[in-house]
């Protein structure tokens, strides 16, 4: 183990609520995510952060400077920053009406709030503010160039506002939202958008399912019928996808894929995060991160200072197993090892 130390190792809250309810299994807190993110540790290391979903029951939107205050106390209690936010913006779709847009908006204010009152309680030193379309693509399919023109709008607003914050905002590459469907997509959104605090947020296991062309065929990089023992076909791919969207990513999430979707609770099926050592991966985690870590020369980025590890809708037995969890962080640090960086 070398001694970069950055970017900073984050893990993520949100899974103990993504996928979970009453359909599913049961959340899992947000004081057990925190003492089982800062309970890991490899050869000495630790964590050095969490990314932080604003969504009940971990946290309320709503909250006041006062319970934000408590959530900074909380997080910094354990030896750990905050990084990025997701905005609770899903049921007020960014195609929708002009009263669903105006919430969607709203829901980004919010977030912003969070995050610069983070900021200047210095418990948040990097980081943006996640959101996605909160539609789905089949609504989007029935009219692409006008349910485009109107995500780009609601977006628009959206960076306006989280400009007056000094915020960030980041649309999340996935296949289940509509416009950000696939990589094509995604991009489109993005050039429509034209704001200089808008990017992407990269995720290793919805960005593999993008090679793929789930949810949007015509957008497939891999030929039909891929043999996955044949790696260069897969990593000529992987320097297709992430060329096209490493310019605009300013956010990252470290995963792990089989190359099949999954769904859990009210969760649409999207890219299946599997455990970092899951012998069905098709990636090689430590490696492949560094198609959107280093440019097309091989040379650092830094566009961002944290990565994240994302493990949504993993059951709860693997989430409240303690060596999941050191796993995961002897992952990241093997990419920060690779990619990352001393200051």
């Not at 593999?208 to 957008?219: A, V």
Request: net charge negative; hydrophobic share 35%; proline share 5%.
């Amino acid at each position: 183990m070398n001694d970069n130390n950055y970017p900073k190792l984050h893990n993520a809250t949100w899974p103990g609520l993504v996928g979970k309810g009453p359909d599913s299994e049961p959340p899992i807190s947000f004081d057990d995510m925190l003492k089982m993110t800062a309970a890991a540790e490899v050869d000495g290391a630790k964590f050095d952060g969490v990314d932080i979903g604003l969504m009940d029951p971990h946290i309320s939107i709503n909250g006041s400077d006062d319970d934000i205050k408590r959530l900074a106390d909380k997080v910094s209690g354990y030896g750990l920053e905050i990084g990025s936010l997701v905005a609770p913006i899903w049921g007020n779709p960014a195609m929708g009406t002009k009263e669903e847009r105006a919430q969607f908006v709203e829901m980004v204010r919010k977030a912003c709030h969070f995050g610069q009152r983070l900021r200047e309680l210095g418990v948040r030193p990097s980081g943006v503010v996640r959101i996605d379309s909160s539609s789905s693509p089949q609504d989007w399919d029935a009219d692409p160039a006008g349910n485009t023109k109107l995500i780009a709008q609601t977006f628009r607003e959206a960076c306006d506002v989280a400009a007056g914050y000094g915020e960030k905002l980041a649309a999340e590459g996935e296949i289940c939202w509509g416009g950000m469907q696939s990589w094509r997509t995604m991009i489109d959104t993005l050039e429509a958008v034209d704001r200089p605090n808008m990017g992407f947020q990269a995720d290793m296991s919805h960005t593999l399912l993008y090679t793929m062309g789930y949810n949007r065929e015509q957008d497939r990089i891999l030929p039909e019928n891929y043999d996955w023992q044949d790696r260069a076909v897969l990593t000529d791919a992987l320097k297709t996808l992430t060329a096209a969207l490493r310019p605009w990513t300013i956010d990252f999430h470290v995963a792990q894929n089989d190359g099949t979707v999954f769904g859990s609770g009210s969760h649409d099926k999207t890219g299946r995060h599997c455990q970092a050592l899951d012998p069905n991966g098709k990636l090689d985690v430590a490696h492949d991160a560094g198609y959107w870590l280093r440019d097309e020369n091989g040379v650092l980025t830094k566009a961002f200072r944290h990565i994240c590890w994302d493990g949504c809708m993993f059951p709860n037995a693997v989430m409240t197993n303690p060596q999941t969890w050191n796993d995961i962080l002897a992952t990241m640090l093997k990419v920060r090892e690779l990619h990352g960086w001393k200051e």
